[in-house]
């Protein structure tokens, strides 16, 4: 769990930089730096994703590969859309911002607000959901997350978590500086998701594949191309929503005859 911690560690102390930074940060800038991160993070998705035509996948599953990663994200899909991942992760979201962050207490005694005063309220409140939604999916669903888990839990061997934990610092002081502090509790799902991995690892020993490993980072590399296109504002892709395509594909690749 060392990797994972300071995985962790990592989030909180670069989204709280990056919190400070933006409030002296011009708006045009911060949308400059969406931007960016939003074609970086496309960019890294397509690299994964494109694992689906690789020699491990069409090692094991031939030309089948295509079909069980699209196999994999329709299910995941159904599966997600029919409990709402999405929306109970931005019911977290606006819990945690309702417990974390308040209004001042004039603002509260006033008789009658200002409807700009209710306006910036509900930007706040969106950025601080959105900035926790996304940056828990970008943290989670990509296969370093995944890859540095296993290693931890089946080797003890936290060097990739380590190397992702200098990545996810600066990816949170950027994202913070966009969308505020909400960033820093993705660090919530980050420890129970690659935590969770890790001690699963430690427990089930050789159980997984590298061939599972190679589809679950396959799934995962298009579920990040969602983040770009979210980020870009293309598509608002209910990412979250396809996140049980995770669990399903190593589990046909298991069951491969």
């Known amino acids: 769990m060392n990797g994972t911690l300071l995985n962790v560690a990592a989030i909180v102390v670069g989204a709280g930089a990056g919190t400070l930074l933006g409030a002296r940060v011009p708006e045009r800038v911060r949308t400059t730096l969406t931007d960016v991160l939003g074609v970086f993070v496309l960019v890294l998705g397509v690299g994964d994703a494109l694992g689906t035509f690789g020699d491990e996948l069409s090692g094991t599953l031939g030309r089948s590969?295509?079909?069980v990663i699209l196999g994999s994200l329709l299910v995941g899909g159904v599966i997600g859309e029919s409990i709402d991942i999405e929306a109970r992760l931005e019911r977290i979201g606006a819990w945690l911002r309702a417990r974390t962050v308040r209004r001042p207490a004039s603002v509260d005694r006033a008789a009658g607000a200002d409807s700009a005063d209710g306006a910036d309220d509900d930007d706040a409140r969106a950025r601080f959901i959105e900035g926790f939604v996304v940056t828990s999916l970008i943290v989670t669903v990509g296969p370093l997350a995944i890859l540095g888990a296993l290693q931890d839990g089946l080797l003890g061997d936290w060097t990739l978590l380590a190397v992702k934990s200098?990545?996810?610092?600066?990816v949170a002081l950027?994202?913070?500086s966009v969308f505020g502090?909400?960033?820093a509790f993705a660090a919530l799902p980050l420890l129970v998701w690659q935590g969770g991995?890790?001690?699963a690892a430690a427990?089930?020993?050789?159980l997984v594949s590298d061939v599972m490993v190679a589809a679950?980072?396959?799934v995962g590399g298009f579920l990040v191309i969602g983040i770009g296109l979210r980020l870009l504002e293309l598509r608002a892709v209910r990412v979250a929503n396809l996140l049980p395509a995770l669990?399903?594909?190593p589990l046909v690749v298991a069951l491969w005859p």
């Open 65 to 67: 590969a295509v079909l």
């Open 166 to 170: 200098l990545l996810d610092g600066p």
């Open 174 to 176: 950027a994202f913070a």
């Open 181 to 183: 502090i909400g960033v």
């Open 197 to 199: 991995l890790t001690l």
């Open 203 to 206: 427990a089930v020993g050789g």
């Open 216 to 218: 679950i980072g396959a």
């Open 247 to 249: 669990v399903i594909a």
